[in-house]
Nanobody, 115 residues
Framework: QVQLVESGGGLVQSGGSLRLSCAAS????????MSWIRQPPGKGLELVAY????????SYLDSVKGRFTISRDNAKNTLYLQMDSLKPGDTAVYYC????????RGQGTQVTVSS
């Protein structure tokens, strides 16, 4: 059974940082590309960051380039998203997913950035 558990969200002021984690089980994690997607309030899902199975290739939503960094630890079956210089527009529920998703995904973690 696929299980993706996101954590690390919270309330932060504009300009602050958060590090999200996603613990994966029930999948061949080390052979799976992974992504972070998000859903801002009242809007649809958007792909935020993508990483190949070996971490050698990453890609980002234009609005987060230079501020967010996706990474992975295949030994721990864990995906990360380091978010720096956060802006109110980054407020959303963040999910991890396999390939580019949007399914399967976990329950999500709320990130709220205050101005």
């Amino acid at each position: 059974q696929v299980q993706l558990v996101e954590s690390g969200g919270g309330l932060v002021q504009s300009g602050g940082s958060l590090r999200l984690s996603c613990a994966a089980s029930g999948i061949d994690f080390s052979n799976s590309a992974m992504s972070w997607i998000r859903q801002p309030p009242g809007k649809g899902l958007e792909l935020v960051a993508y990483i190949k199975k070996d971490g050698g290739i990453t890609s980002y939503l234009d609005s987060v380039k230079g501020r967010f960094t996706i990474s992975r630890d295949n030994a721990k079956n864990t995906l990360y998203l380091q978010m720096d210089s956060l802006k109110p527009g980054d407020t959303a529920v963040y999910y991890c997913t396999i390939e580019m998703g949007p399914t399967p995904r976990g329950q999500g973690t709320q990130v709220t950035v205050s101005s």
